[in-house]
């Protein structure tokens, strides 16, 4: 149980254009879903937090206009990187909260993403 | 605030060796610990956690235990297997307000086990 898919888990794109990556609690409801960003050989580096149903809430220093999040239902939460740089090259990882109120996350395998 | 400094590796071990991975916390309120395990190119992996003080938390021959009193939460395995060559993450997590939980990590610990 308690399993987290995402989706692409590479992705290759152009400089400019957006990509977005799909995040889903497979077999429970998620109310709470969490974005990741890990650089290579470090920790992981969290982004925001979004809520079923509301705005996400972001970290100090992430530009909510550059990365989307939408958190339409409570098995799925998408992360769009808009007019994407190579700076924005990173493993991308989200982690789902068991509604309820279970403090463990649960997370997904991640997608690379390489901006050219 | 809340923070995880856990043992910088890389640490290279034998298979069969003994394996232990230091793990302190500085946190407010009652945190909730938990150990990661990440595998070569894959997201993070639940491996153990406790949630408050003297739990142990057990998985796969790994063991943890909440010690509040050295703010401790050291990762031991007694006989490591090349499988589990891995980046092991300590992580706390804090109820910031009713229901909303935020997890700190540590920086990672490489493990590499040798056959």
């Known amino acids: 149980g308690a399993v987290v898919s995402q989706h692409p888990s590479r992705v290759i794109c152009k400089s400019g254009t957006s990509v977005k990556i799909e995040c889903r609690s497979l077999?429970?409801?998620?109310?709470?879903m969490f974005w990741y960003r890990q650089f290579p050989k470090q920790s992981l580096m969290l982004m925001a937090t979004s809520n079923e149903g509301s705005k996400a809430t972001y970290e100090q220093g992430v530009e909510k206009d550059k990365f989307l999040i939408n958190h339409a239902s409570l098995t799925l939460s998408t992360l769009t990187v808009t007019s994407a740089h190579p700076e924005d090259s990173s493993f991308y990882i989200c982690?789902?909260?068991?509604?309820?109120?279970?403090?463990?996350?649960?997370f997904g395998p991640g997608t690379r993403l390489t901006v050219l | 605030g809340n923070s995880v400094t856990q043992m910088e590796g890389p640490v290279t071990l034998s298979e069969e060796a003994f394996l232990t991975i230091n793990c302190t916390y500085t946190?407010?309120?009652?945190?909730?610990l938990f150990w990661y395990v990440q595998y070569p190119g894959e997201g993070l992996q639940l491996l153990l956690k406790?949630?408050?003080?003297?739990d142990k938390g057990s998985n796969k021959g790994f063991e943890a235990t909440y010690r509040k009193e050295t703010t401790s939460f050291h990762l031991e395995k007694g006989s490591v297997q090349v499988s589990d060559s891995a980046v092991y993450f300590c992580a706390l997590s804090v109820r910031l307000r009713s229901n909303d939980y935020k997890l700190s990590f540590g920086a990672g610990t490489t493990v590499t086990v040798r056959a």
């Open positions: 077999d429970f409801q998620a109310t709470t």
């Open positions: 982690s789902a909260r068991v509604a309820g109120g279970q403090d463990t996350q649960y």
């Open positions: 406790a949630t408050k003080a003297d």
């Open positions: 946190a407010t309120g009652y945190p909730s």
